[in-house]
């Protein structure tokens, strides 16, 4: 039998991919040209599909570029003039501070605990953007929508950019409380790693003009001008943006798979407690992420080695949590006997 991975990206992906990618094959897109009109007509529904399933603004615009990586540059090199505010308690939300900062912008950085909610009293004014992890993958911890709108309440005149890079199809996102949101595929849209979606209000696309930045072949003006062409800036990943539209097509919509994933999310929770030996990291439920799940273990090499002999694959820990945690993926394309087998595990060697 072959392993279960619950690893939080990459991650699982959608079953029906092994179909797509044979029928992609078949037809010929794997080797389709991103200039022709049937590349232009299918990244356009792909697009249309995935602003219906996810809620999208009709004025927010939708773009693939490669990664979250890639989106974290393009802000700092196009989208930032001279400051940025990040607020962050883990590895993504620090890593995008330094990358800004490496690119010579001024980084305010505003470090929050792990179970506090975000320190709305910190905002500076001084700061163009203010940005945030959505949802924080090395720690399994989670900014609330109400939390965001409250952001957005009290900014004066700040953008807001939010990496949801381990949520965006995985639970529901008030796209119009911030300017920029971003996710790789690889996490809760259960598809292989190499693109990722960049979404932004009209307010992004003034920015970028009154900055007018166009240094790099992924300078932000450039990008968008190709994506109001539905072309990308560059050789895509086709058969990537070919399975975001197959799955898009299909998908039953965010407020099922919200749903799905709070359910699965609350029973996650229920059987957690009462464990022995294994405890959430996040304390404080209303900030643990939904699509995440930290896990504290005093050995977490020996729950991974037993789960493996299981065939279960868990995650690691990330960064300073590397030692003492575990994770464990709460995405939408893990199957419902898939999660029935590893909490029949937990059940059975540590309850
Ligand atoms: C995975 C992840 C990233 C990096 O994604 P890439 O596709 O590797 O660039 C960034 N931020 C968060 C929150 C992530 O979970």
Not at 317 to 341: D, L, Q, S
């Amino acid at each position: 039998m072959s392993d279960i991975s619950f690893y939080p990206g990459p991650s699982r992906v959608y079953s029906s991919v092994n179909e797509y990618i044979y029928e992609a094959y078949k037809d010929g897109i794997m080797s389709m040209n991103h200039r022709s009109p049937e590349f232009m007509e299918m990244m356009s529904s792909a697009k249309k599909h995935a602003r219906l399933n996810l809620n999208i603004p009709e004025e927010y615009e939708i773009m693939f570029v490669s990664s979250a990586t890639e989106t974290w540059e393009i802000i700092a090199q196009s989208l930032i003039k001279e400051t940025s505010q990040h607020f962050y308690n883990g590895a993504f939300g620090e890593k995008w501070a330094d990358y800004t900062e490496k690119l010579g912008r001024k980084v305010i950085r505003t470090e929050f605990d792990l179970n506090a909610e975000l320190p709305l009293d910190k905002i500076h004014s001084s700061a163009e953007w203010i940005c945030i992890t959505q949802n924080e993958t090395s720690n399994g911890s989670q900014v609330t929508n109400e939390t965001i709108a409250e952001i957005r309440d009290r900014s004066q005149g700040q953008l807001i950019a939010v990496d949801a890079t381990s949520s965006m199809a995985g639970i529901h996102l008030d796209y119009e409380k911030a300017d920029l949101w971003y996710a790789s595929v690889q996490k809760c849209f259960g598809l292989p790693a190499g693109l990722a979606v960049m979404v932004c209000s009209p307010a992004v696309v003034k920015k970028a003009e009154s900055i007018g930045e166009y240094n790099h072949y992924n300078s932000f003006l450039r990008i968008l001008e190709n994506h109001l062409k539905n072309q990308t800036h560059y050789t895509p990943n086709v058969l990537d943006i070919y399975l975001f539209y197959r799955t898009n097509k299909l998908s039953k919509g965010i407020d099922h798979i919200n749903n799905k994933v709070n359910s699965r999310f609350n029973n996650w929770t229920e059987l957690i407690e009462k464990l022995n030996g294994i405890n959430w990291l996040v304390e404080n439920e209303k900030v643990r992420s939904r699509t995440v799940l930290s896990l504290t273990h005093n050995q977490p090499e020996k729950v991974k080695e037993k789960a493996k002999k299981s065939s279960l694959i868990l995650g690691n820990g990330y960064g300073k949590w590397k030692e003492t945690t575990f994770r464990v993926a709460n995405f939408p394309a893990m199957k419902g006997k898939e999660i029935e087998k590893l909490a029949n595990f937990f059940e059975r060697n540590y309850s």
